[in-house]
């Protein structure tokens, strides 16, 4: 993962009163040229269950192959702040009850002390309520949400103002839950752009693809890996056998193949955006139906659960060296870790 160093990371690694004894804070009295470093860990066994319990010690981190000194340690018992987006573009409008729903049971169970801001999005974002443990009010927030019944998706822009804005100045865990069925459409900042922005963020974003159709097309081989679309090599019927294709009077029609397969295509597209957004922040995608969202929710919550934090001050920050490369070791055998690969740093 890349990250851009600043010396903001300092204002928003400081944990609340509350949760100081349970954890190692960063040295602020620091030099200046030491920048601080947030790397987020998920540690599971070769089964995919939580490991539970580490402590620092346990935990070894490297830049560029050297070892560093851990000055910041957290675990699951550091408040979440989260921002719930829902994509409430027109195509979301059979399935957004069912959404509702899903959400609702998620924010019942977050801890008391986490905070859910609650966002949709369509051709534009709206902040629905900002971050609060007010849990009972954020339900009744989401009960609230409509359809937008024209425009388009802004899947780009809205992920950029709710790291831009919504998540500025805030500290602690922060977490983004994208929900969409669909690709972007007309954002004013690239998808390339956006990746940038969550290179230099410590935010870590979890992104669930759901489908609205009534013929779920698996997108995924045997492997767990994106199938590529391929071109129909079925020729499309003739409309008319002795019709002149240049003709002013030609009609071309898209055939019923063709629509599937530039559908399959948007699929493909709007997978492969969610998948890196999680990718490059330590998070994770989904790809689920509707139905299933209530269990997305409660595997995402159980991750969070399970989660460690580790910093440290990196010397080398403002070097000429652009990328450094991060990995982490566990004292423990036979375990699979997720965290951030490199961080980036500005010349």
Not at 28 to 54: C, R
Not at 135 to 155: A, D, P, R
Not at 256 to 265: A, F, K, T, V, Y
Not at 271 to 287: P, Q, V
Request: aromatic letters at 8%.
């Amino acid at each position: 993962m890349k990250i851009i160093f600043t010396l903001l990371f300092l204002m928003i690694l400081i944990l609340p009163g509350k949760l100081r004894a349970q954890n190692t804070e960063p040295d602020t009295n620091q030099e200046t040229s030491k920048f601080f470093v947030s790397v987020p860990v998920v540690v599971s066994d070769s089964e995919g269950h939580y490991i539970p319990g580490l402590k620092k010690d346990d935990f070894t981190v490297y830049q560029d192959g050297v070892k560093q000194k851990i000055t910041f340690f957290s675990t699951y018992n550091e408040p979440l702040k989260i921002a719930l987006m829902l994509d409430t573009s027109k195509s979301s409008r059979n399935v957004i009850n069912k959404i509702k729903d899903a959400a609702k049971d998620f924010v019942d169970l977050l801890n008391p002390n986490d905070e859910c801001l609650v966002a949709t999005f369509d051709s534009q974002l709206k902040i629905i309520n900002p971050f609060t443990s007010n849990h009972k009010g954020v339900k009744n927030s989401l009960q609230q949400i409509k359809i937008n019944e024209y425009g388009g998706t802004l899947i780009y822009n809205a992920v950029n103002q709710i790291i831009q804005k919504s998540f500025k100045n805030v500290k602690g865990r922060k977490v983004i839950i994208l929900l969409t069925d669909g690709n972007d459409f007309g954002s004013s900042i690239t998808k390339n752009e956006l990746l940038n922005q969550l290179e230099e963020s410590d935010i870590l974003i979890y992104t669930v693809f759901f489908n609205t159709g009534k013929d779920y097309i698996k997108l995924m081989d045997s492997d767990g890996k994106l199938k590529k679309g391929k071109q129909s090599k079925k020729p499309r019927k003739k409309e008319k056998e002795n019709q002149n294709i240049n003709s002013p009077d030609a009609v071309y029609v898209i055939s019923e193949e063709e629509i599937e397969l530039n559908e399959r295509n948007d699929e493909i597209e709007a997978i492969d955006s969610l998948k890196r957004m999680s990718d490059i922040t330590a998070g994770k995608f989904y790809r689920s139906s509707v139905p299933d969202l209530k269990k997305v929710f409660k595997n995402i919550t159980g991750e969070l659960t399970q989660q460690y934090r580790l910093g440290y001050n990196s010397k080398d920050a403002a070097s000429s060296k652009i990328t450094h490369d991060i990995s982490v070791k566990v004292n423990r055998a036979d375990v699979v870790i997720r965290t951030r690969g490199t961080v980036r740093t500005k010349r």
